[in-house]
């Protein structure tokens, strides 16, 4: 159905949810903190990530509550309808009747006291997937809908086309022999030859290509379809993360560590704020994740243990990252590391293992991220009653997906500005002001219809209205320090 309420899909267990949750979240992000970690300082980082951290996990709150809201005023609007089909069904035997239903019943009336004799119906379930674009259509007012639309579309675009460029550029360091133990000082161009004739960017447009093939089809159809290379991804990431830690612990305990980062360096906290808003994204793609899950009851307990799984893994990577190595030879991407030394990690195969992770983390991502963009572009173009012929909701809709991060990617792979603007400012938009204009203008559009004693049992734990503005503050602060900073250092410059 479009307009953003769309099938749920198969339905699958909390702790499948959990699993999306965690592959979604710990993505690019994770293996950009260690560097960040140790250009900003080891005690600013962990009190830093700590902080957005937890405001994250508060706005993942504020977008659940607004999926049950929005869920209760689906069905409000449909009892509404209900009644007044009922009404028009009598009035021909009583006109009496229709003047006291008119006089009684106003557009507003709580739906609580509506209910049938002996119905029990929980108004806040969530069995319908409403998508965030649907949810600012319902709740906000015509500018704030737009505005929405611009944020989410930059976001998902520059995520998707970051991603579309950082996996075929993983594969070609990788065959392209940049992983020998004395790579680490050496430089490639774009045009040195990778194999043969095929110079290295010949080899990213091929990889780009197959990659976009693979997983491009998922596009058009729902992310429910990668069920299992989920799963087992998931898997694949653990074991990925736990090397690297216990690698780096290994020469730590041997007294072999080279890295002696500062306590703290304030230099070096707008680029750790970036990578942290970055690294803790999800509320975007919560609508998808969420409302499959066949037994909700324990999802507030699940989202807060996956993110305090998810902070404990930050952590203790990172620092395990800054006292292994030296803090001015850590790479941007912290697998190649263990790729080019020789000392951390001497079997070759475990080295392309670490070298390609990135490759498993980012492929399990982008069709979630993808089915995401198509379905708020067809909320985006959506026309009260009206339905998309097969062509456009089938076809021209994966499309415009699609296409555009791809052509992005095939023609640049240096996405370091997109990065920025993508992370600064979209994803501060997406991360904190959207869910908390959402969480608020929904309470607003329910009391008069709920009535006050409705219970929402997806209520965020930070139900007082002193959080949703401490949330837009601190959003507000983080984008004039982002700006200050990128003006400041363009000065120095």
């Known amino acids: 159905m479009p307009g953003g309420i769309t099938e749920t899909g198969e339905p699958y267990s909390a702790f499948v949810g959990l699993v999306y949750m965690f592959n979604l979240i710990v993505g690019t992000g994770a293996l950009t903190m260690p560097k960040a970690f140790a250009t900003a300082g080891w005690v600013v980082s962990i009190a830093l990530i700590s902080v957005l951290g937890f405001m994250s996990y508060m706005t993942t709150t504020f977008v659940i509550e607004a999926m049950a809201a929005a869920n209760a005023q689906l069905r409000w609007k449909r009892r509404e309808q209900e009644e007044t089909d009922e ?11 229709v003047m006291g239903r008119g006089r009684s019943e106003p557009e507003t009336k709580p739906i609580l006291s509506v209910q049938r004799p002996g119905a029990h119906v929980d108004h806040f379930s969530i069995v319908e997937r409403v ?88 596009t058009f159809f729902s992310a429910q379809k990668t069920k299992y290379l989920q799963i087992l991804t998931s898997v694949m990431r653990w074991i990925a993360f736990t090397m690297m830690i216990i690698l780096a612990l290994i020469r730590i305990s041997k007294g072999t560590g080279e890295g002696h980062p500062p306590m703290a360096s304030f230099s ?90 990135p490759v498993f983390t980012i492929s399990t991502n982008f069709p979630i991220i993808a089915v995401t963009l198509r379905n708020n572009w067809k909320t985006l173009f959506h026309r009260d009653g009206g339905t ?64 006050r004693d409705a219970v929402n049992k997806h209520q965020s734990p930070f139900r007082h209205a002193f959080w949703v503005w401490f949330v837009l503050l601190w959003a507000t602060f983080c984008l004039m320090f982002v700006t200050a900073n990128i003006i400041l250092t363009d000065t120095k410059k």
């Open 87 to 97: 009404s028009d069904s009598t009035s021909e035997y009583s006109d009496d009747d």
């Open 268 to 357: 070096g906290v707008p680029n750790l704020f970036g990578v942290c808003v970055y690294s803790f994204m999800c509320q975007h793609s919560l609508p998808s994740l969420v409302t499959p899950i066949s037994d909700k009851k324990r999802v507030g307990v699940l989202v807060l243990a996956d993110y305090i799984l998810i902070l404990g893994f930050y952590v203790l990577l990172s620092f395990t990252a800054i006292f292994c190595f030296d803090s001015s030879l850590l790479h941007d991407m912290y697998t190649l590391n263990f790729t080019d030394n020789c000392n951390v990690l001497d079997i070759p195969v475990l080295r392309y293992f670490l070298g390609l992770f």
């Open 131 to 218: 998508e965030m674009g649907q949810m600012a259509s319902m709740f906000f007012n015509k500018v704030g809908v737009n505005m929405f639309y611009i944020c989410i579309i930059v976001y998902l675009y520059g995520d998707l086309a970051i991603y579309a460029a950082a996996v075929p550029i993983s594969l070609m360091e990788v065959v392209c022999g940049n992983h020998s133990c004395s790579a680490g000082s050496v430089k490639y161009n774009d045009t040195d030859p990778c194999w043969g004739p095929v110079t290295r960017k010949d080899a990213y447009r091929v990889f780009l290509s197959v990659f976009t093939l693979l997983l491009g089809p998922f």
């Open 388 to 451: 998309y012929p097969w062509v456009v909701d089938r076809v021209v809709f994966p499309l415009i997906t699609l296409v555009p991060p791809v052509v992005v990617a095939f023609c640049t792979h240096n996405l370091e500005s997109l990065v920025g603007i993508t992370g600064a400012y979209a994803g501060t938009g997406i991360q904190y002001i959207v869910p908390a204009f959402l969480v608020y203008y929904a309470r607003r559009h329910l009391e008069p219809v709920m009535g």
